[in-house]
């Protein structure tokens, strides 16, 4: 069953505590996204990535950091840096030479 | 410039009724539109998509009716459904590798009661 899988669902992250968000996509796709969504506020774009082992910064990026060892894989870690860090975290995945994002179901972030 | 505003923050409608909501952009550089559907907990979903080069696109009960000029755009449900209730996202992006760099509006939640 193809699709992008994001774990955990929930997380909570302690004070100065650096957490990584899980994001595994089997649909063979180039380009990987982080956005964050807020209450209110649509979604924002913090990192991408067009193809292995490169990225870029979004709209929001500080406080965050990424990697792309793996065509699969595209995890983001949410740094102690990243103040106000309470939100619904998103990963999407679009095929080369196609405009359609597909979303995985998000992990919800929240300060203990 | 990278802006895009949506409204209205929320809607209530009857089933059967046909909710509209709108957005506008300022970035003429923008030439793909999409609107997102999203459920409670869930990630959103395409709903559907135009380019400037057309002013209506519909597909089963959903419309977006698109206006260069003014550089809006808007999404119609025609026959609204209660398991249409849910938050609606337009969006807007550049094309080419730009695709996936979507500036999204506030969102709009429906809700249709039965």
């Known amino acids: 069953d193809g699709g992008i899988t994001q774990s955990p669902k929930y997380l909570f992250r302690k004070e100065g505590q650096n957490v990584t968000l899980s994001c595994e996509q089997n649909?063979?796709?180039?380009?990987m996204y982080w956005y964050r969504q807020d209450p209110g506020q649509g979604l924002r774009l913090i990192y991408y990535?067009?193809?292995?082992?490169?990225?870029q910064k979004g709209d929001i990026a500080e406080g965050y950091s990424v990697s792309r060892e793996k065509k699969e894989s595209f995890p983001l870690t949410v740094t102690s840096a990243q103040k106000n860090p309470t939100a619904f975290y998103l990963c999407?995945?679009?095929?080369?030479?196609?405009?359609?994002?597909?979303f995985g179901s998000g992990t919800q972030l929240s300060v203990l | 410039q990278q802006q895009v505003k949506q409204s209205p923050q929320s809607l209530i409608v009857q089933k059967g009724g046909i909710p509209i909501i709108n957005c506008a952009y300022e970035?003429?550089?923008?030439?793909?539109f999409p609107w997102y559907q999203q459920f409670p907990g869930k990630g959103p979903a395409l709903l559907i998509a135009?380019?400037?080069?057309?002013s209506e696109k519909k597909e089963g009960r959903f419309t977006i009716s698109f206006n260069k000029s003014a550089k809006q755009f808007s999404l119609h449900i025609m026959d609204s459904q209660p398991g249409d209730s849910a938050t609606y996202f337009c969006a807007a992006s550049v094309g080419g590798t730009s695709y996936g760099k979507l500036t999204f509006g506030q969102g709009t939640i429906l809700t249709v009661h039965p």
């Open positions: 649909l063979n796709h180039d380009a």
């Open positions: 135009i380019r400037p080069d057309v």
């Open positions: 999407a995945s679009r095929p080369q030479g196609q405009e359609k994002l597909f």
């Open positions: 990535s067009q193809i292995v082992n490169d990225f």
């Open positions: 970035n003429t550089a923008f030439d793909y």
